[in-house]
């Protein structure tokens, strides 16, 4: 089946140091989305790249950064400058950036400060 | 910028009952709007995509409604089983997707 899998379900970062949370699609979507979620508010956009080798800050962007080397992957590093990184963290795909389809998101990281 | 809110933002009602959650959106200018389903600690779940072109769309027990003068989309649940129970989040695209906080549903058996 083609989904989006988000790995890993549970991530625990020390101060100061940086993880790598990973996204692979299987749809064939050409743009990919990375989503920070905190209790109590909507998602807010951190990164997102409509082709490889191409991406672009959104909202809360300080602190990523991302990279698209392949069509179906699109990692976020959450740096030591994140001042708060702890939240659940969503990738999503869309076939397009303006996509009559809808987006379709994966089932997420949850990344705590230790 | 476009605003999204969403209005309870919890509910709770006996099984049986009719769900109606709303979603309201400041800008009009959208390709579509989007409710997806929320459980605990999960992903998002796509439950219907309206195209601004249209004024609703059913799946199921579910029937979206989109009045994009207004800025206003209604989300129906008929006949609420506790297994509607989760939090329901409205997102509509514009030149990206904006999301509400979201209204948490509580059915009760």
């Known amino acids: 089946d083609g989904g989006i899998t988000q790995s890993p379900k549970y991530l625990f970062r020390k101060e100061g140091q940086n993880v790598t949370l990973s996204c692979e699609q299987n749809?064939?979507?050409?743009?990919m989305y990375w989503y920070r979620q905190d209790p109590g508010q909507g998602l807010r956009l951190i990164y997102y790249?409509?082709?490889?080798?191409?991406?672009q800050k959104g909202d809360i962007a300080e602190g990523y950064s991302v990279s698209r080397e392949k069509k179906e992957s699109f990692p976020l590093t959450v740096t030591s400058a994140q001042k708060n990184p702890t939240a659940f963290y969503l990738c999503?795909?869309?076939?397009?950036?303006?996509?009559?389809?809808?987006?379709?998101f994966g089932s997420g990281t949850r990344l705590t400060v230790v | 910028k476009q605003e999204v809110t969403q209005i309870p933002a919890a509910l709770s009602v006996p099984e049986g009952e009719n769900l109606v959650l709303n979603c309201s959106f400041t800008?009009?200018?959208?390709?579509?709007l989007q409710w997806f389903r929320q459980d605990p600690g999960k992903g998002l779940t796509s439950l219907l995509l309206?195209?601004?072109?249209?004024r609703e769309q059913t799946s199921g027990r579910l029937n979206a409604s989109l009045d994009k003068s207004s800025g206003r989309s209604t989300l129906y649940i008929a006949a609420s089983q506790p297994g509607d129970s989760a939090t329901y989040l409205c997102?509509?695209?514009?030149?990206?997707?904006?999301f509400g906080a979201g209204t948490t549903v509580t059915v009760r058996a």
């Open positions: 999503a795909s869309s076939a397009d950036r303006q996509t009559n389809y809808g987006y379709t």
């Open positions: 749809l064939n979507h050409d743009a």
């Open positions: 790249s409509q082709i490889v080798n191409d991406f």
């Open positions: 800008d009009s200018a959208i390709y579509n």
């Open positions: 309206i195209q601004s072109s249209q």
């Open positions: 997102a509509v695209l514009d030149y990206k997707l904006s």
